[in-house]
């Protein structure tokens, strides 16, 4: 009955259940036109009439059969929930005792609207960061999996009357001194770990605190353990679940920041959203919400707010009416900065590598021409996106399960500039090559006669005029790595695009902020392609 | 008057694949002497200069330069010897091979300042010397894009002579240029035999061969055909293979 991807939360009365209420709203439709059937031949006379009534109950009997052998082969179908179990605590998680099984607070709310519903409810995994574009593509019937009720969502989304108030929890290391507070430790310049669109990730570019990006919910406790980070401002049910347990760790300042968790739907499922919406009501009221939220140790009195919590939508736009360009320009050039720092750092890896594998591959004996014509082959062919993958969670992996003594774990920064600089190495490998290649071997012998050794006839004579025909390609290799290193964000790492993403989503100002966002990378590209057309025009002179 | 080099080419043979260019070639120059080798294209004239100094690794024979010796094979050993033959022993080429990235001067002293080890100072008072006696003392600093031909040929050997050869190596230094141009540079050369430098050129200029050279070499799929001055060579060929290219070429 469950599988390791859908649980389905099945009771028989609650079938039952569903068949009758589905069964009789079709019932009330087949008989709609009755009224009408049987005012219409008032004039034939009473045996007319009674004759028209008459056939009117037959066709009613007759509606009523189609629609019980209707119901009876083909019950409504269940309802598909979204949720992501992947390290899910405690929301939505494999059964640690019997993995073929989901829990946790989500999965027994989910049974409690089954009932109530009368409707099965049935899970789909999904990606967490991919839940709402899923739901607007259709994938399922509705997303609930602690999705905070955020302004740039209340546009695309119709959310159901909360379900659970959260708060955020920063939480430090056990020996941390130097602050209590976010405002403290954006003073010290530390950098907090949070999950990516959430409304603690919003806060920390509220506060314009250094922040690093994580995928899942147990990594960013392991790097405060590790002291990759300073502190983890997360939901304080994932604080609860992740890291109150951890003897380094322990919770910072007091719980802040209150929002909503809710259940969310297109704007088209009105008439679904409305009958979640009482639904959850009358779990809140009968006091099932709370039992539930007692079994998971996720009760407090912030709950309480649940009784009145409408009309948030309206607090929640006044919110990204803060966003004026004194708050958001500031944080756009931090992120400016990170992309010309990875950009600049890994091109400079890139022609330092990329020069000795040309060389080798153009003069050097067989094993060594060989190897370099493998690497140029090998980092070609894979995408950035794994090797950064590799870089920066593989390798720490790699070092703890061979038990090597070197301590492979790199910084998000690091990794990106070894990620893009190794790959692009081998792009400006074959660029070094095709230009050192356009050197006749006529200038190499004028070298030789002039009594010039092939060291010197490369660094004075061959390399200098190479660099014309190396430069124009290799600058565009250059502003394209200006524009790749977008993907850096997938090592926590925010650099221009993750920062317009992210202030986007907060503000809703996509045109403004994306201007903005424009207007700075063209203040670094243009005078990139200027100065490359310069140094093309000097060191094209003898041409 | 510059230090006499002797040069001796003793039963060269250079192969390219299996085809032989150069079958058992010997040739004893003189110091101070100006040779003329001539011959039908393929004959293997340009080989030969070209393993003169070392730029061509040679199958078989020797080749005496002054004091230095290179031996048959390649290998760390001749490459040194070679390097040190080419400090003797200036090349010029028939398409010039200036360095793009320097203007004439620059183009005159790179190697003497890199490889001679000379002051940026004295490397340039020598270098507008030298490019004075080609007379371009006035486009030293003109990138080779902005010279003609003769005016890049003449640069081409003001750079050679930076390096005080005792001899030049000349191969077809005037086929790339039109009629009016040739006359500049083949002044120059005239004018560096007066300093007493070996000059061994690759040339299809039978008139240039006739009033300048000591001696003129006719070579023929890779052999001599005839050696003599050009008043014998020229005017009175002993082989009918002479006879028909130096006929043909001379009309």
């Known amino acids: 009955m469950r599988s390791a991807d859908r649980t389905t939360v099945p009771t028989e009365g609650l079938r039952r259940l569903a068949d009758e209420e589905t069964f009789g709203r079709f019932l009330a439709r087949g008989t709609g036109p009755g009224p009408r059937a049987g005012l219409a031949p008032d004039r034939p006379g009473h045996h007319a009439r009674r004759a028209a009534r008459g056939g009117f109950w037959a066709l009613g009997l007759a509606a009523w059969l189609v629609a019980a052998l209707a119901v009876a082969a083909e019950p409504l179908p269940p309802l598909r929930w979204a949720a992501d179990a992947e390290g899910g605590a405690p929301y939505v998680f494999r059964d640690p005792t019997a993995p073929g099984r989901h829990v946790g607070f989500e999965v027994d709310l989910a049974e409690a609207l089954q009932e109530e519903l009368g409707r099965r409810i049935e899970f789909v995994q999904y990606d967490f960061k991919s839940l709402v574009s899923g739901l607007k593509r259709g994938d399922f019937d509705f997303a609930m999996n602690g999705l905070e009720v955020t302004p740039d969502r209340l546009k695309a989304i119709r959310f159901s009357r909360p379900y659970y108030v959260y708060r955020l929890r920063l939480v430090v290391r056990q020996d941390e001194e130097r602050f209590a507070t976010l405002n403290q430790c954006k003073a010290v310049g530390g950098v907090v770990g949070t999950l990516e669109d959430t409304a603690a990730e919003r806060l920390l570019d509220q506060l314009g605190v250094r922040k690093r990006i994580y995928d899942s919910q147990v990594e960013p406790y392991d790097d405060l353990e590790q002291r990759q980070v300073d502190a983890v401002l997360l939901d304080l049910p994932i604080a609860d679940y992740y890291a109150r347990q951890r003897p380094k760790l322990k919770y910072a300042e007091e719980p802040s920041a209150r929002g909503f968790y809710a259940v969310a739907f297109r704007k088209d499922q009105e008439e679904l959203a409305s009958q979640f919406d009482a639904a959850i009501d009358r779990l809140w009221r009968s006091g099932r919400l709370q039992r539930i939220y007692q079994a998971w140790g996720l009760w407090n009195d912030d709950q309480q707010a649940l009784s009145g919590a409408e009309g948030m939508a309206d607090v929640l736009r006044e919110s990204a009416r803060q966003w004026t360009p004194a708050r958001y320009l500031p944080l756009l050039l931090q992120g400016a900065w990170v992309t010309i720092e990875v950009s600049v750092l890994s091109m400079s890896v890139a022609i330092a590598l990329g020069l000795p594998l040309a060389l080798g591959r153009l003069f050097g004996p067989a094993p060594i021409r060989w190897l370099a014509a493998a690497y140029v082959e090998f980092f070609r062919g894979i995408p950035v996106l794994l090797l950064l993958y590799f870089l920066y969670y593989g390798l720490p992996a790699v070092s703890e399960y061979y038990g090597l003594a070197m301590d492979l774990k790199l910084a998000p920064l690091q990794a990106a500039v070894l990620g893009f600089g190794l790959n692009y190495a081998a792009y400006e490998a074959e660029i070094y090559r095709a230009g050192i290649g356009s050197i006749g071997v006529g200038q190499w012998e004028a070298a030789a006669s002039l009594g010039m050794g092939p060291a010197l006839a490369f660094r004075r004579i061959v390399l200098p005029q190479a660099i014309r025909v190396i430069l124009p390609p290799m600058t565009n290799d250059f502003v394209a790595l200006f524009k790749d290193t977008s993907i850096v964000s997938v090592i926590a790492v925010v650099e221009l695009t993750k920062q317009y993403q992210i202030l986007a989503k907060s503000s809703m100002k996509y045109l403004e902020i994306g201007l903005a966002t424009a207007a700075l990378y063209l203040v670094m590209s243009v005078p990139l392609g200027y100065l490359s057309r310069r140094l093309e025009r000097r060191w094209g002179k003898g041409a | ?251």
């Open chain 2, 1 to 251: 008057m510059i230090e006499p080099l002797p040069i001796a080419v003793d039963h060269l043979t250079k192969r390219f694949g299996t085809r032989t260019v150069l079958d058992r070639v010997s040739l004893a120059i003189a110091p101070r002497q100006t040779v003329a080798l001539v011959g039908p294209s393929g004959s293997g004239k340009s080989t030969l200069l070209r393993c003169l100094n070392g730029l061509c690794a040679f199958d078989a024979g020797q080749i005496r330069v002054g004091p230095h010796v290179l031996h048959a094979g390649d290998g760390r050993a001749r490459r040194a010897e070679a390097r040190r033959v080419r400090s003797m022993l200036g090349m010029i080429f028939q398409d010039f091979q200036l360095f793009g990235h320097l203007t004439a001067l620059g183009n005159v002293i790179e190697a003497p300042r890199r490889v001679l080890g000379l002051t940026k100072d004295e490397a340039k008072r020598r270098g507008t010397e030298l490019l004075d006696r080609v007379g371009l003392a006035d486009r030293a600093a003109a990138y080779p894009a902005e010279l003609s031909g003769g005016q890049k040929q003449r640069v081409a050997i003001a750079r050679a002579m930076a390096m005080s050869p005792r001899g030049l190596l000349c191969d077809e230094i005037t086929s790339a240029l039109d009629p009016e141009l040739k006359g500049e540079v083949l002044a120059v050369l005239e004018d560096l035999k007066r300093d007493g430098l070996t000059l061994v050129l690759v040339t299809h200029e039978m008139a240039f061969a006739r009033r300048s050279a000591d001696r003129v070499v006719v070579l023929a799929d890779g052999a001599i055909l005839e050696d003599g001055p050009p008043s014998v060579v020229l005017d009175h060929p002993q082989t009918t293979r002479a006879q028909r290219f130096l006929s043909r070429v001379m009309t």
